[in-house]
């Protein structure tokens, strides 16, 4: 049984309880067959009874709010121990809705749920966002603590996001543009942005440290930006078990789906979308949860598609939580800045992950690791397996622990300079974030920048990566930085310049069987003092095709 058959058996073996039911443990073999411990994911307990926000005064029209019928359904229900809230056929606008104990929101095929627009509706609460406890707008979707809580059907949830985002005046055509205009709100000072409203643009440029600000310490300091802190349209906090199946998400105001500290997660079946410019767009953002299982669902959003965190910096290693245990499969991410994506929020560790049979298409990195120095975290355990791409922007595969910025040694491979010190490594303490124990094989990719890059750091290099199996043709080769035990195995790249393969300052590296286009001048590139035990075999890189600069040809052992 192969790691894609285990979770079908451990989806399979939660579907096969129903909504109504605990699950019964996957089959003996399927927890044994995985590369790390993990239950069977049970799905929620739902009562068999039902109601329709109809029941309560809703219409259906697009233009009566109708806040108070969702809320009186679902407090309905919950007062008798839950049940199934049945949103019918309809175009269904709404303020904020929060899902209790055993409340399945199910949405029946044509059903539209539209978020209200208007920001005051939204009112500032203590939640968490990018890693950091803050304010922020209410979610229009949330549940705080819940138990046994569902969103399903056929229907769709637009967030409104339109109204909440600003957009800068290249990303919209001049219909468009003008339509904008036409809407309200108000100018960047050049005239190149536009924003939803004064206090949004207060926020964009009072100093605000990118989303959480850094500056404002009351509730009147967050009361004046309040337009510009958008909310995540689906904001899920210490819930336990979990099912969100069936259903289209879509224009989100920042984030699309948020679940956070988390127990028994199910994904299967949703599509997200959001506009290709909406900043901060992320598809699903899987923080510090455990036991999670996504299946069979499509991402097309501004920004990364399938997102594993843990809290940023000290506030997450002072949570502690990882997210853990945590299965992706026959998933397809189209538009995102990443297809699925570790980082950069990860100090409270991640571990125990696999991800098989995807498909990205279009997005600017593939498989995409970051993280910094000051985070901290540890992300190790993590098995990846079957994933095709093509048209990737940037790289297929890349580990970087200099995310935001670049490596001194990396500056200085590619010509430019960097400071003595920044070559040195620093001193490895909570706060210095490792990747290490990560295990990728059946890739291919057509068409990327570059065909891979591990840039670790000096004082803690990206450890103990095997890579095998893996076909990529790019427009320029491999580049391995500052990296430790790391095994490429029948691997194929196919670069349309440059060397195939770049290294630089990597100790005890494997090379097996690696192929890439005959003949040509120079097939490997090592660069840096630190390099140390490389083993190359390849029938296309020899000794007069590899280039060595900074390093004893003693540490590059070729075809030995």
Not at 348 to 356: A, I, M, P, Y
Not at 408 to 416: K, R
Not at 478 to 492: C, F, G, K, P, W
Request: net charge negative; with cysteine.
């Amino acid at each position: 049984m192969n790691f894609k058959d285990v979770t079908i058996c451990l989806l399979a073996a939660a579907m096969s309880a129903g909504a109504g039911c605990s699950s019964p443990r996957a089959s003996a073999e399927s927890p044994e067959a995985l590369p790390f411990e993990m239950p069977a994911v049970p799905r929620p307990q739902i009562p068999a009874r039902a109601v329709s926000i109809v029941d309560f005064g809703a219409v259906g029209d697009g233009h009566t709010l109708n806040t108070t019928a969702f809320a009186a359904a679902i407090d309905s229900l919950a007062a008798q121990g839950g049940g199934r809230v049945t949103v019918p056929e309809g175009v269904w606008y709404t303020g904020p809705i929060v899902l209790k104990d055993h409340i399945e929101l199910h949405l029946e095929q044509n059903a539209l749920i539209v978020f209200d627009n208007d920001p005051a509706h939204y009112p500032l609460v203590e939640t968490t966002f990018e890693g950091l406890n803050t304010l922020r707008c209410q979610s229009p979707l949330s549940a705080c603590g819940a138990k046994d809580v569902a969103i399903t059907g056929r229907g769709v949830i637009d967030g409104n996001g339109d109204a909440w985002r600003a957009v800068k005046r290249d990303k919209l055509t001049d219909r468009e543009w003008k339509a904008k205009l036409a809407s309200g709100g108000v100018l960047s000072d050049d005239g190149k942005t536009w924003y939803p409203s004064e206090s949004y643009k207060f926020g964009a440029t009072s100093g605000a440290d990118q989303n959480v600000s850094t500056w404002a310490t009351t509730r009147e300091d967050f009361e004046r930006m309040h337009d510009f802190l958008r909310p995540v349209m689906v904001s899920l906090h210490h819930c336990e078990n979990v099912l969100l199946e069936g259903v289209t998400f879509q224009n989100s105001p920042c984030w699309n789906i948020h679940p956070a500290m988390c127990t028994n997660l199910t994904v299967h079946n949703i599509t997200v979308r959001c506009p290709d410019y909406a900043q901060n767009s992320d598809g699903i953002d899987i923080e510090s949860c455990r036991n999670v299982v996504v299946t069979s669902s499509r991402f097309d959003v501004g920004d990364d598609g399938i997102c594993i965190k843990s809290g940023k910096d000290e506030a997450g290693r002072r949570r502690g939580i990882p997210c853990e245990n945590i299965l992706v499969s026959d998933c397809i991410v189209f538009h995102g800045h990443g297809g699925f994506v570790v980082g950069s929020e990860m100090s409270g560790g991640v571990r125990n992950v696999l991800v098989s049979d995807c498909i990205f298409s279009g997005t600017d990195v593939g498989l995409r690791f970051k993280s910094t120095r000051g985070r901290g975290g540890v992300v190790e355990n993590i098995w990846i397996e079957d994933i095709t791409m093509n048209n990737i922007l940037q790289e297929p595969l890349l580990f970087d622990l200099f995310y935001g910025g670049k490596s001194a040694s990396e500056a200085l491979a590619e010509g430019g300079s960097a400071a003595a010190a920044d070559l040195e490594p620093k001193p490895v303490d909570e706060t210095t974030p490792a990747f290490r124990n990560i295990h990728i094989r059946n890739v291919w990719c057509r068409g990327a920048r570059r065909a891979m890059y591990f840039n670790g750091l000096p004082e803690m290099n990206v450890e103990h990566v095997t890579v095998e199996n893996t076909h990529i043709y790019a427009r320029t080769g491999a580049r391995i930085n500052e990296s430790t035990d790391v095994v490429l195995r029948d691997v194929q790249i196919i670069p349309e310049e440059g060397p195939a393969l770049m290294l630089n300052n990597v100790k005890s590296l494997r090379v097996e069987n690696f192929t890439c286009p005959a003949g040509l001048p120079t097939a490997l590139q090592v660069t840096g003092s630190r390099n140390r035990d490389v083993e190359i075999r390849s029938p296309h890189i020899t000794a007069s095709n590899a280039s060595l600069s900074g390093t004893s040809a003693g540490q590059v052992a070729i075809n030995r």
